[in-house]
């Protein structure tokens, strides 16, 4: 499986010389560097201090934007719509868009997960990718217990750490644009994908635990061969360009905007940098200069 083949010892010698989660962004219009910082979402907050930098590009620019403002979520009106959107209409439950086999996979997957407390049948109703979504979460905390979350996680730490300095603190998309990008798509499609996360339990776990190492060894080039260079078929390029690119693009719009009148930081998934239409090329192609920040 050569995913399972990257080179640790060229993460070592990369960080040597960069901090590759951190970019700075120069050139063409802007009145002030702005920066690009790449996150986990399970991540915690203590991790805001494991990037050199970090802090002191928070403390320099003038707004910080996640890809939601994550204070939103508590809203109730943003709870009772995201749960909304959780659940399947009576004839799409999962016993019936999935086969017998089907079925039985994704029943023995959630029962190893809520060590049989839980099974299928209680979460029918639940929209396949809001399951497929849940099992996600928990095979991360399962084999990684140190990631936590959401509440107390890294993109929710670096949007407090600007506003506690005063900073503008946004949004790059709305909370309806992302529940319509996650669960949008048609359910039959949900439903494979699902299957298909089931199928490679074993084969996720291990992709995992190395994106979570590449991740904290900080090393932006082995985290982008270990995303887009799958020969597991783990992400199709359907995914790819849906959960990733096609909002890039989107983004592109509010980032352009605001970098030359304020110096921004952009602090999203580390997956929307990486690639021909990440974050950082799609810069590039407009003409700014974008480069990793130095280790000091």
């Not at 099974?119 to 849940?134: D, F, G, N």
């Not at 996650?182 to 074993?202: H, I, M, S």
Request: hydrophobic share 40%.
């Amino acid at each position: 499986m050569k995913k399972v083949s990257i080179l640790f010892v060229l993460i070592s010698l990369a960080l040597a010389c960069n901090a590759q989660l951190l970019w700075k962004v120069t050139g063409r219009d802007t009145c002030k560097p702005s920066y690009l910082f790449g996150t986990i979402h399970l991540e915690t907050s203590k991790y805001i201090d494991s990037v050199p930098g970090l802090r002191e590009a928070i403390a320099s620019v003038d707004a910080v934007y996640g890809e939601i403002q994550m204070d939103s979520l508590t809203d109730n009106n943003v709870i009772m719509r995201m749960a909304r959107n959780l659940i399947a209409p009576p004839d799409s439950t999962l016993d019936k868009l999935l086969t017998k086999e089907e079925y039985q996979l994704v029943d023995s997957v959630v029962s190893s997960y809520f060590m049989g407390m839980i099974t299928l049948e209680t979460l029918s109703k639940l929209k396949p990718v809001a399951l497929s979504t849940q099992l996600s979460v928990m095979q991360m905390q399962k084999y990684f217990p140190e990631l936590l979350g959401i509440s107390d996680g890294l993109d929710v730490a670096v949007q407090a750490a600007g506003r506690e300095l005063g900073k503008r603190v946004g949004g790059l998309e709305t909370v309806e644009m992302q529940l319509k990008t996650l669960f949008g798509t048609p359910l039959e499609v949900q439903a494979k994908e699902l299957v298909n996360f089931c199928r490679k339990d074993n084969v996720i776990m291990i992709f995992s635990k190395e994106l979570c190492d590449t991740y904290h060894a900080q090393d932006l080039d082995a985290l982008e061969k270990l995303l887009l260079i799958d020969e597991e078929g783990l992400m199709s390029s359907e995914e790819m360009e849906r959960l990733a690119y096609e909002r890039n693009r989107r983004w592109m719009d509010t980032i352009t905007k605001i970098i030359p009148n304020e110096g921004l930081l952009v602090a999203v998934g580390a997956g929307h940098l990486v690639g021909k239409d990440g974050l950082i090329e799609l810069l590039r192609r407009d003409g700014y200069t974008v480069e990793p920040v130095p280790f000091k």
